[in-house]
């Protein structure tokens, strides 16, 4: 019969636990998404719950980037690990990191969403932020120019049924009007300043993809 004997052994202590999440469904993200710590070289594990495990990290503050791949914007958040310091984080907590998605995510049907091209005349505006006045998210164009904003709260009393048009074939449409007007997308900032403060309204149909491009 074989014997079995433990000839040696050693032990790691869990750093940081990082629960990556999608922003529009919830859950796991999908696709190729990536956590690393900017200043270690240390790798992840991946556990069975989709937590992404650091071990023995240096006791100091970290910051945690996230590759989101094709389908999410990337995301950092930073973390302090000096016990000494009061702000230290608590190795049994998860750090969450919340991902949003690019024009390329795979949004479910029913989902109210605004998809378009931020123009500069006939110009693409790359990296420019783009909000929708009263909602807190942005969102940051693309290389091409591109943006998507979706709406995940939509109340019944901010929608309006608007008629069908017999003289041109228009159906009757659903839209979101907060306060009677339609939602003012407007550009907070771009990467040569020239666009802050830019304003615009947009027809958007609830439940459903509308395709507008912004242009200044």
Do not use: C, K
């Amino acid at each position: 019969m074989s014997e079995w004997r433990r000839v040696a052994g050693f032990s790691r202590d869990l750093s940081l636990a990082v629960a990556v999440t999608d922003g529009v469904v919830g859950g796991a993200p999908v696709g190729d998404v990536r956590v690393r710590i900017e200043e270690s070289d240390v790798r992840p594990i991946r556990n069975p719950s989709s937590y992404y495990l650091f071990f023995d990290l240096p006791q100091e503050s970290v910051t945690v980037a996230v590759d989101g791949g094709g389908r999410y914007r990337d995301a950092s958040t930073t973390v302090n690990l000096d016990p000494a310091a009061t702000d230290t984080h608590d190795a049994g907590e998860a750090v969450e990191v919340s991902l949003e998605p690019t024009p390329a995510y795979p949004f479910p049907a029913g989902l109210t969403r605004v998809r378009g091209t931020l123009l500069d005349g006939e110009t693409p505006v790359e990296g420019a932020t783009v909000g929708v006045t009263g909602h807190s998210r942005t969102v940051t164009t693309t290389d091409a120019g591109e943006f998507v904003h979706y709406f995940d709260a939509i109340a019944s009393a901010d929608v309006e049924w608007v008629d069908p048009d017999p003289t041109d074939d228009e159906p009757g449409r659903r839209l979101y009007r907060p306060g009677g007007s339609d939602p003012t997308f407007e550009v907070s900032d771009s990467p040569d300043g020239s666009l802050g403060g830019f304003q615009t309204s947009v027809e958007v149909r609830v439940g459903t993809l509308t395709t507008h491009d912004l242009t200044y």
